[in-house]
């Protein structure tokens, strides 16, 4: 499954920034998901739960925030936040130059240790 993977490379990461700052233990991780990351937040949730057993995760909290998908226009450069599922036209201008630049992809915003 998609989010065992990402779960893992989650804690490994934790892992790190942990022994980086001499923690002991994590006590919650923040983490942001897209809306088109593919992420499903409660698979995610149990498998955060499956795999922190024995790590310094293990009594770890996992707080998880939606992100709406963002959209910049490289015709007159906006950037906006996408209600909906219109995401090739730029609501400003019309221009259909735009990309993606946020909604895409998970990430570890922070954690709390001790
Ligand atoms: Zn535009």
Redesign the pocket.
Known sequence: MHEFSIVSSLLESCEEIAKGNDADRILVVYVEIGERSGVNPELLQSAFDTFKIGSKCERAELNIAFKKVELT?R??E?VNEINGVNYTK?P??Q?ENVFISRGNEMLLLRLEME
């Open positions: 226009c015709s007159c906006a730029c400003k201008c221009s």
